[in-house]
């Protein structure tokens, strides 16, 4: 039997939602990599995608998938640690 | 309260961590959709991803129905959070957001305590409505 599609080896999902803003171009200046945060207290909450596990099934949840309820965002360093 | 938790493990190590272990320790499993943020870049944009770890490091956010972000912790790996005193800022801010922001929570205040109402005769008289104990 085939497997479901939605298991796959690659990751689907899209990550942040919300563009981050353009980096000035200059042309001495090496474009940073480094990418900006934009979380702020007071600020909106980027949007973004992500597969995830529920309930026994993998889908992909948009952050914006709860638009109008109040939500928690938790993040930690690994699965299977201690604290 | 839609609760959603991230680490840059796969979906795939959610599960297999969700079935063998968590599961036991949890009555029913866990509740909320368990995230994938491979490659750290959610938790670049949120701040807390370490790159020389190539982790999220413990960082929680609670975010309004507006999807505007009230507040943020955000700890090094070593030290675990405390889920009394994340209880006591959503019950906080949600009573605010009740009264449209015209009462607000003074410092230490826990859920029962008395609620300051914001008005011009408040200003130097704090002290009479708010005594903590503590």
């Known amino acids: 039997m085939a497997e479901p599609r939605e298991v796959s080896c690659a990751q689907t999902a ?16 090496t474009p940073s990599k480094e990418v900006e945060m934009i979380a702020r207290v007071g600020k909106p909450a980027p949007d973004f995608e992500a ?4 309930q026994g099934s993998f889908k992909k949840v948009k952050l914006s998938d709860y638009e109008g309820k109040w939500r928690l965002i938790c993040f930690y360093p690994g699965d299977f640690t201690f604290v | 309260m839609q609760v959603l938790s991230l680490s840059t493990d796969s979906h795939y190590s959610h599960k297999v961590w969700h079935d063998e272990e968590l599961s036991k320790m949890v009555d029913g499993g866990i509740p909320w959709p368990m995230l994938s943020d491979a490659g750290g870049r959610i938790g670049a944009i949120y701040g807390v991803y370490d ?6 490091i413990r960082g929680r956010f609670l975010i309004d129905p507006d999807g505007v972000i009230q507040a943020m912790e955000v700890l090094t790996p070593p030290v675990g959070r405390n889920v009394h005193e994340l209880i006591r800022q959503i019950k906080a801010f949600q009573h605010v957001r009740a009264t ?20 011009p005769s408040l200003v130097g008289n704090v002290w009479k409505e708010w005594k903590p104990k503590k």
Do not use: C, F, N
């Open chain 1, 51 to 54: 597969m995830a596990y529920h």
């Open chain 2, 100 to 119: 449209g922001g015209k009462e607000v929570t003074p410092a230490g205040w826990q859920p029962g305590d008395p609620i300051l109402k914001i008005r």
């Open chain 1, 14 to 29: 899209r990550g942040p939602l919300t563009a981050a803003p353009e980096p000035e171009v200059s042309e001495t200046a």
């Open chain 2, 51 to 56: 790159e020389e770890a190539g982790v999220d």
